[in-house]
Each structure stands twice: as structure tokens, then as C-alpha cells.
């Protein structure tokens, strides 16, 4: 009896095994780590930007991070007028075609910044032989031949541009720049006019930044209008997210991508950060010229963040992720501002010689425990 009780048992015993066995043989679960653009795959393209180390291939960590993660790339400064024709009619290409070519062989979307800025267009562009300002006739041609030579050089391969940047203020009047001084509110119509015609399938995007300041959005809303009104095509809004732990207010933003996507344009997540550093002063946006002399109280996290402050970035990238998902018919790209924190622009703006920690990969190429944390609310 009894040992025809053990063999019943250990018959039963097998049966469970067996049964197990192929239970977990049926539910095993993908074990390969889902990347950034493998979670976003579906909803909008996942972009990062690209600096000189990276585009020259020295920073080979920080490629492969690109590789992986990223679907879509924008060049830091390399395309900007500055840089691409620093004296007139000397075009400086190199650069430029090692980042499109990057792209290409990558299968990536590639996304132009930026044709024309106030901040980093060469001097002669609007001055004569005798430091005078040029005509608008002068002026006008230049603003041609600069855009139909690099959008024409690029056209089919690169598919999207920032054709015109930061051009209105925080109280939703236009910026006096070199631009507007010389030709007035029509640069910017002028600007999409060029573009279009040297490359017609393009998308063409304005980008600016503090664009939850509800009279910038009024602002900006009224400027897209006016173009639309008279027949010049725009395809999209570039809403710089230059974000801290605390300010802007998550509503706003999302106020913002109603009212621009309201115009019937695309909304893009452009050059986002989460800066996690003090701030001794109000209302500098995202401007390149605000500067602030160095305090030591102002770098506090020289040996890396607090758990709080490491919570608090977590849960304002999730929540403005979650956002992104949310309106993710109207928004077709999220770009980072760079692809660690190392190379991000924030350690030296408007304070130089800080430490910060505003973007998702750490300086080591790490992804942050956020990362897996986005790509969960993705999913």
C-alpha cells in the first residue's frame, strides 16, 4: 500500500512538472531590453541631438547610445548660418554631410536647425563694406541664396527644418533683430517661402522656446495665422522644452500643443532638458545671451543629486512623457538636447563651470532608472 502510494504520488508529481514545464515554456517573456525607440515606435519619432565629437565619430560611447536608442537626429550647432557660411559665399559642408550621412546609414529621421537665427547668423549677412546696415533688397538675396543653397544641398535627405528660430519674445511681440530691423515681419514669411521652393517635400517647422508663456503662445498663434492668411505654407510648430524641476507649469505646455496643433500643424518636442540646478534669477528662458557670474552656491551637486532631487527629475520627465503620449496624433517627434549629460549645454549656461544633470543618459552613457520608466509608461 504504501509503496504504491509514494509511486502515485511521484507519478503525480511528475505530471506537475511536466505541466509547469510547459506553462513556463508557453508565457516566457522577451528577455531583450526594449529601447527608446523601440517603445515609441508607434507613437512619434524619439530624437537626440548630435555635437562635433559625436558626428566625427571620436565619441564612439555616445553613438552607440544613438544607435540604440534614437530614431531621429538634429545637429547641435554644425547647420546653423555661422557655421555653414561663415564669410559669404563660403559654404563649409564637411560637417554637415557627415551628419546627413549619419542619418541615412542609420535609417534615421534627419532634422535640420537651423536656417535662420537671430543668435548665431554670421555679421556680413546684414552689414556692407562699411559696417552698414544692407538694404532690404541685399538682404532679401542673401537670406535666398544661403537657404536655397543648403536646403537644395540636402534636399530629399534631410526631411524636416527649423527654417526660422526664436523670433518672438516673452510678450508675444516680434524679436528686433538684424531680420526684422531690415525687412520687418516679412523675413519670416520670405524665410518659408525659400525653403519651400528649394525643397518642396520638407516639412518646415518655426521652433522657439518658453512657448508655455501664455502671450509668447498668443504671440506665435498669431504670427502662424497671418503666414497662413497669405498662402505661405508652414507644416509644423518646434516647441522647445527647456524644462526645470518646478517651472513651467505642465498645464501650459499642454495648453500650448492645443493651441498650436489648432492652427492644423504638427507639434514637435524640440531640444528638451530638465535643468536641475538653483537659479538666482527669473525670466532668462532659454536665451544664449543671459550670462550670470559664478557662485558656488549656485553648483551644489558637484558629487552627483540627492535622492530627492533624483525623485523629482524622475517624476517631472515621467509626467511630461505621459503628457507627450497623450497627444501623440498631434506631436510626430520628441528630441532630447543632447545624448548625455556631459555634453549638454546647460553645464555652462547661463553659469559656466556648473554640473548638471538634465538629459536621460548619465556621463558614463548610462540610461538613468527614468529611461526604463519611460519606456514602461510607453507601453
Keep these: 500500500m504504501r509503496r504504491k502510494r509514494i509511486t502515485v504520488v511521484a507519478k503525480s508529481a511528475i505530471l506537475w512538472v511536466v505541466i509547469l514545464s510547459g506553462a513556463c515554456k508557453v508565457a516566457k517573456p522577451n528577455t531583450a531590453e526594449l529601447t527608446l525607440k523601440d517603445a515609441f515606435k508607434d507613437k512619434f519619432y524619439i530624437g537626440t541631438a548630435l555635437n562635433t565629437q559625436q558626428i566625427t565619430g571620436q565619441d564612439t560611447a555616445a553613438i552607440r547610445v544613438v544607435k540604440e536608442h534614437f ?135 518655426y521652433n522657439d522656446y518658453s512657448m508655455e508663456n501664455p502671450k509668447r503662445r498668443d504671440g506665435i498663434v498669431a504670427m502662424v495665422k497671418k503666414l497662413q492668411q497669405q498662402g505661405v505654407r508652414i507644416d509644423g510648430i518646434g516647441m522647445q522644452t527647456h524644462i526645470g524641476l518646478t517651472e513651467p507649469q505642465i498645464e501650459e505646455t499642454e495648453k500650448s500643443i492645443l493651441a498650436f496643433s489648432a492652427l492644423g500643424v504638427d507639434i514637435a518636442i524640440t531640444e528638451m532638458d530638465l535643468n536641475v540646478l538653483p537659479s538666482a534669477w527669473r525670466n532668462v528662458g532659454a536665451d544664449v545671451a543671459a550670462s550670470f557670474e559664478y557662485q558656488q552656491k549656485l553648483n551644489p551637486y558637484t558629487n552627483g543629486l540627492p535622492d530627492s532631487v533624483t525623485a523629482a527629475f524622475n517624476e517631472r520627465y515621467i509626467n511630461y512623457f505621459k503628457l507627450f503620449i497623450k497627444y501623440q496624433d498631434k506631436i510626430d517627434r520628441v528630441t532630447v538636447w543632447g545624448v548625455n549629460d556631459e555634453q549638454s549645454w546647460l553645464n555652462g549656461w547661463p553659469v559656466r563651470g556648473r554640473t548638471n544633470y538634465p538629459l536621460l543618459f548619465d556621463r558614463k552613457n548610462q540610461p538613468k532608472p527614468v529611461v526604463k520608466s519611460i519606456i514602461q509608461v510607453a507601453r
Design 71 to 205: 530614431n531621429s537626429i538634429v545637429a547641435e550647432n554644425i547647420m546653423k548660418s555661422a557655421l555653414l557660411q561663415p564669410r559669404e559665399g563660403d559654404f563649409r559642408f564637411d560637417l554637415a554631410d557627415r551628419f546627413v550621412a549619419f542619418g541615412e546609414q542609420n535609417k534615421m529621421n534627419i532634422h535640420g536647425h537651423t536656417l535662420i537665427w537671430h543668435s548665431q547668423a554670421p555679421r556680413w549677412f546684414f552689414t556692407d563694406n562699411q559696417g552698414n546696415n544692407v538694404s532690404p533688397e541685399v538682404l532679401t538675396q542673401r537670406m535666398k541664396n544661403h537657404i536655397y543653397t543648403v536646403v537644395g544641398r540636402y534636399k530629399g535627405r534631410v526631411h524636416t527644418w527649423d527654417v526660422v528660430n526664436e523670433a518672438i519674445m516673452d510678450n508675444g511681440t516680434w524679436r528686433r533683430s538684424k531680420f526684422y530691423e531690415i525687412l520687418g515681419e516679412d523675413f519670416m514669411k520670405l524665410a518659408f517661402q525659400f525653403a519651400h521652393e528649394a525643397d518642396p517635400n520638407a516639412k518646415l517647422y
